[in-house]
């Protein structure tokens, strides 16, 4: 029981990135569908741990993580995918743009802050194909210029601005 | 130098020795700076878009969902609706998925009664003062005026920053908006604030909270929009607005020369930071004298 339970509440943390990362990963096709993606992921997690299918409760975060990348995916492939909104904000729309498998290795590293060896064994690829992926992403969004906010000279730093929101 | 090295120290792979070897490295090499520099930004750029998903509580269902497998085993229909051929020995499994309704019918019949109880105590109270009150007044003038810059800001960049028709005045009959804007308002100044990567777009007249007010957009290069708002002050706020969090939002409110200021867009709140300072030093200079016509 106690190890069953403690599956359960791995689970249970991970929602909250799971949600963060699908909702990147899907980021042309919606909140609600990428909703839909955590949901059903954590669903057969939690039926293949509930089947002691893996050693430790650890497994079970992970294999939601890479379910989820497969169910993402497969709707990619199946074109259920649609364009970015022109009014989203460039970053959105470039990620949108990237190839699938480098946005899943780009978000998973970033994003969720996996080491390259733990990204690469959840996309089931070689180390060396994920640093790939992930620096052709990051080519690709190179030209965004998320920009510069150093003060320029002569500016002191004005005390009575505050952040109020 | 072989820049998946350089990746790899974005990403925190390296060993601390191979980390300062790079660090050194890149202080001699200013293009490989630069690209590390933009890849850190991206990074920063991704988390904060996407980090207020992770805050949010999840959806009921999704936080369900383990617990329910733990307790139930998988859902025999992938509706999850209940599965009356399930072999079980008692009804008590089906009692404990009846629960969460349950408890959520106790709590609406909970919340229903103590709906009911307060407005029942605060008509009875209205019955027994009001008849001794003096007439209602109208909102005090403090009431009015300490809050309220940053939501009337906040009101008129819903309204128009992401408008097909955001302002009335475009950038290039800037002259003539801040002519406009100075009759109506007795203030007028357009700050430029490119050193912050926001190029002004135009400007309107907007309502204020108690006179018009200026609102002028400005787009950083990534698209987004960032307004700033002003409107004379009559006096000093008591109270100062507390800090809130919205998801998309920041906004830095500061005052000066008897005028209100907000500046608001869906930036990080250090580069909003910067550009208000930008913003508060263009408008506190001297250079002004020429503003006027800029």
Not at chain 1, 108 to 113: C, D, I, M, S
Not at chain 2, 248 to 260: D, P, S
Request: net charge neutral.
């Amino acid at each position: 029981m106690g190890q069953r339970e403690d599956w359960s509440l791995r689970l249970e943390a991970v929602t909250p990135a799971l949600r963060r990362f699908a909702r990147a990963l899907c980021v042309s096709s919606g909140a609600a569908a990428a909703d839909d993606l955590v949901q059903t992921a954590i669903d057969r997690a939690a039926v293949r741990a509930r089947r002691r299918e893996f050693r430790d409760a650890d497994a079970a975060p992970i294999a939601a993580y890479e379910i989820l990348i497969s169910l993402a995916r497969e709707k990619v492939s199946t074109g259920g995918d649609h364009r970015a909104a022109p009014r989203e904000p460039a970053l959105l729309r470039a990620l949108a743009d990237l190839p699938f498998e480098e946005r899943a290795a780009l978000l998973l590293v970033v994003l969720e802050g996996f080491a390259y060896d733990a990204a690469a064994a959840i996309l089931h690829a070689p180390r060396e194909a994920v640093v790939m992926r992930l620096m052709r992403a990051r080519a690709a969004l190179a030209p965004l210029d998320l920009h510069p906010s150093a003060p320029q000279d002569g500016v002191r730093r004005a005390a009575h601005l505050r952040v109020v929101k | 130098m072989d820049e998946s090295e350089l990746h790899a120290l974005v990403d925190g792979e390296l060993t601390p020795q191979r980390r300062r070897e790079l660090e050194d490295y890149l202080s001699q090499h200013k293009e490989d700076a630069a690209l590390v520099e933009n890849w850190r930004r991206q990074n920063a750029a991704l988390r904060a878009a996407f980090e207020p998903v992770a805050k949010e509580t999840p959806p009921l269902s999704l936080r369900n969902t383990a617990a329910r497998i733990a307790a139930f085993g998988a859902p025999p229909i992938e509706s999850g609706a209940v599965h009356w051929g399930r072999p079980s020995s008692s009804f008590r499994p089906l009692r404990r998925l009846n629960e969460p309704r349950d408890a959520r019918t106790r709590k609406a019949l909970i919340a229903a009664a103590a709906v009911l109880l307060a407005a029942a105590s605060i008509g009875a109270t209205f019955m027994i003062i009001l008849p001794r009150l003096p007439t209602p007044r109208a909102p005090s003038h403090a009431q009015t005026t300490t809050h309220g810059y940053v939501e009337r800001a906040e009101l008129a960049y819903a309204t128009f920053a992401q408008d097909t028709h955001p302002v009335d005045y475009d950038a290039a009959h800037k002259p003539e908006m801040l002519a406009a804007l100075l009759e109506r308002i007795g203030f007028a100044f357009a700050p430029d604030l490119s050193v912050a990567g926001l190029r002004l777009i135009g400007g309107r007249l907007t309502p204020g909270l108690q006179r018009p007010a200026g609102f002028l957009i400005y787009e950083a290069i990534g698209g987004e929009r960032v307004a700033l708002y002003f409107e004379p002050v009559e006096e000093e706020p008591r109270e100062l607005v507390p800090p809130r969090t919205d998801q998309n939002l920041t906004a830095i409110e500061w005052r000066g020369e008897g005028i209100a200021f907000v500046l608001l867009g869906p930036l990080a709140g250090d580069r909003l930071q910067a550009a208000a300072e930008r913003a508060a030093y263009e408008i506190a200079t001297p250079a002004r004298d020429e503003g006027s016509g800029r």
